[in-house]
């Protein structure tokens, strides 16, 4: 975590919240997927369009966050709940999960160079301004969170990007001739 939670558990709240969206997704692998797509749409009718870095990252983060909350705070038959706000040029995710007892880590180890997991809350870290963790309000269980400041012009602060090798296959060429069927 950039930040420690205070003590009573309690995070300061923006006095003036700009858009607020809410909802509650099952817990499973299409409740997380869904979440992500939906916070990638309510973005962009907020004005930060599907290709922009704040759109990108805060999906991103969403995704991590979502994947948790199914893989790690599950308890059958209960939801997790998401919550997108924009206050005062910040956003801030928060999913929140019924399982109390299993806590993030507050020191985010090194992950294994031989897992396939164990990196999610490493990319919140690294994209998030602040993160953490903190008791769910009114309900058992726990709430993660992570806030992104987008400064006017709808782009969050700016980190070296990985280099693209030119003729990646991820690159968008209208028209390139499709490649060759492989068996």
Avoid at 111 to 136: I, N
Wanted: charged share 20%; glycine share 8%; proline share 12%.
């Amino acid at each position: 975590m950039k930040s420690a939670t205070p003590p009573n558990g309690h995070t300061s709240q923006h006095p003036t919240t700009d858009h607020a969206f809410t909802m509650c997704f099952t817990s499973t692998p299409r409740g997380a997927r869904l979440a992500r797509r939906l916070v990638s749409h309510r973005l962009n009718d907020w004005g930060h369009p599907y290709t922009t870095p704040a759109n990108e990252t805060l999906t991103l983060i969403t995704a991590e966050l979502t994947a948790n909350a199914v893989r790690h705070g599950r308890v059958p038959g209960r939801d997790f709940h998401l919550r997108l706000t924009l206050a005062e040029g910040t956003f801030r995710i928060e999913v929140a999960d019924t399982r109390a007892e299993r806590q993030p880590p507050l020191t985010l180890p090194a992950p294994d160079p031989a897992s396939e997991s164990g990196r999610g809350l490493l990319l919140v870290a690294a994209l998030a301004d602040d993160w953490g963790v903190t008791p769910r309000q009114a309900a058992p269980g726990k709430t993660v969170w992570a806030e992104l400041r987008v400064p006017t012009g709808g782009h969050p602060r700016t980190q070296p990007g990985a280099p693209r090798p030119s003729g990646s296959a991820s690159t968008y060429r209208p028209n390139a001739e499709p490649l060759p069927a492989t068996s």
